[in-house]
């Protein structure tokens, strides 16, 4: 089923896709729910229209001492950042950080946001010219002064763009951790991790607790491309803050929600409550894409040939005073008792996909952990087994990065050998990039 509603912006549509059949004692119904928005004004902007809603950046680099080593990381860090600031829309707020153990306003300073034109872009590469490398990391410090200054703009959109190049060794993990509860839903963040001296789920538990995405330049040489590539995606976002709002009628809950494409992202824990026996689950900004959701819902037990609705998943956005507007695209998740085992016992097809999808991101992050742990038999039979999911699900991104850590004997039983060598940078590029899935054809 698919309905349309109009925001101002981008067009959303939302499909569900479901075995509704259930034997008679069956209470879990599964659905892969896709969100799709299309039509904003980034689409116009291709074209070369300009306009889009208003949004506010914050830039976060690193120049802790580690930046100097080798000298030209810093350098491929300014040139990324003003190439960044080239791929701003005119009429954007910004604003530079330099991170180290404390955080830095780099330019425009005074507490204050530039407003991008051919001006302000200029003075902000003057500044950048001036950024060197000393002292330590404290990336909660960052985060807490990009959010004072997205605050101060009166905007729809705020993102923070975040690279740093080591480890978060200058505050505790629990100071980072209540950094980003703090800024939860206030705005999102892409963070990139440069070379091999980060820690990968320090830089992804960034970019999972504030909606944004992350990755690994291993090469410092390629950060200009990645950084005009995460620009030119936040200038096409359109609209802040969708929820995914899922109603249960009375008996049923949501066991889990999680999205599974583009990456596997679980979003269960992130419920707030709507109203009776209705919560929100963040998705943070959209612009001109579509995700898919896989949603598993416990019913009550009813009786051969009964239906019921099981959940229904609509899009609202945040208003002021505590309000949401629904924006009217909505999927119904229906579950319907029968004694039909062929029914019954047929898996569709989206489903089974991002299960396997989601299992393949699993398998990938226990085969990691394990090898670091030095216990080669366990690293060995899961990342056998996430060799096989990748080959089952057609993921063949994964497949290749799983290729430079193990030998594949078999595929399609998993049967692989660990390498004797594993480059640093082969094996944190898989860690980072394990949630990342490929789409089910539909």
């Not at 936040?234 to 803050?241: F, I, R």
């Not at 900004?285 to 009964?306: F, I, K, N």
């Not at 799983?402 to 594949?408: E, G, H, R, S």
Request: with cysteine; hydrophobic share 40%.
């Amino acid at each position: 089923m698919a309905n349309f509603a109009k925001p101002a912006g981008p067009r959303f549509s939302v499909e569900v896709y479901q075995n509704e059949y259930l034997p008679e004692d069956g209470r879990e119904v599964h659905a892969v729910v896709t969100v799709t928005a299309t039509g904003g004004s980034a689409a116009l902007r291709t074209t070369g229209a300009s306009g889009g809603p208003s949004a506010a950046v914050a830039l976060m680099v690193d120049c802790s001492g580690s930046m100097d080593y080798p000298s030209a990381k810093m350098r491929n860090a300014r040139d990324a950042t003003a190439a960044a600031l080239d791929a701003l829309r005119d009429g954007t707020h910004f604003a530079v950080i330099d991170g180290t153990h404390v955080a830095r306003e780099v330019y425009p300073g005074g507490g204050r946001l530039a407003v991008a034109d051919a001006t302000t872009r200029e003075q902000a590469k003057r500044a950048l010219r001036r950024l060197s490398a000393g002292g330590g990391t404290a990336i909660g410090t960052w985060l807490r002064l990009a959010d004072r200054l997205l605050a101060s703009a009166d905007v729809e959109i705020r993102h923070g763009i975040l690279l740093t190049d080591g480890r978060n060794e200058h505050e505790s993990p629990e100071a980072l951790r209540a950094t980003l509860d703090a800024c939860a839903g206030r705005f999102t963040c892409d963070a990139r991790g440069v070379g091999t001296d980060w820690e990968v789920k320090e830089v992804t538990a960034i970019a999972s607790a504030l909606l944004g995405t992350a990755d690994i330049v291993a090469d410092p040489a390629r950060l200009t491309d990645d950084f005009t590539a995460m620009m030119e995606t936040a200038m096409g976002k359109e609209v802040a803050d969708v929820a995914l709002r899922v109603w249960t009628p009375a008996g049923a809950v949501v066991s889990y929600l999680k999205q599974v494409a583009p990456s596997v992202e679980e979003l269960t824990d992130r419920r707030t409550e709507a109203g009776p026996r209705a919560g929100d689950y963040p998705t943070g900004s959209w612009g001109d894409e579509s995700r898919d959701y896989h949603l598993c819902v416990t019913v009550p037990p009813a009786g051969l040939g009964q239906e019921m609705l099981a959940a229904r998943v609509s899009l609202v956005v945040p208003q002021p005073g505590g309000t949401a507007q629904n924006i009217g695209a909505q999927g119904l998740v229906r579950a319907v008792w029968t004694d039909d085992l062929t029914a019954s016992t047929a898996i569709n097809p989206q489903v089974a996909h991002y299960t396997g999808q989601a299992e393949l991101a699993q398998a990938i992050q226990q085969g990691i952990d394990l090898r670091k742990a030095g216990d080669m038999d366990g690293a060995t039979a899961k990342l056998g087994r996430a060799v096989q999911l990748a080959r089952v699900s057609g993921n063949a991104d994964t497949a290749k990065l799983l290729a430079k850590v193990v030998d594949v004997v078999d595929a399609s039983t998993g049967t692989v050998r660990l390498k004797a060598k594993v480059t640093e940078a082969d094996e944190m590029t898989l860690e980072t990039r394990s949630t990342k899935t490929v789409r089910v054809k539909k």
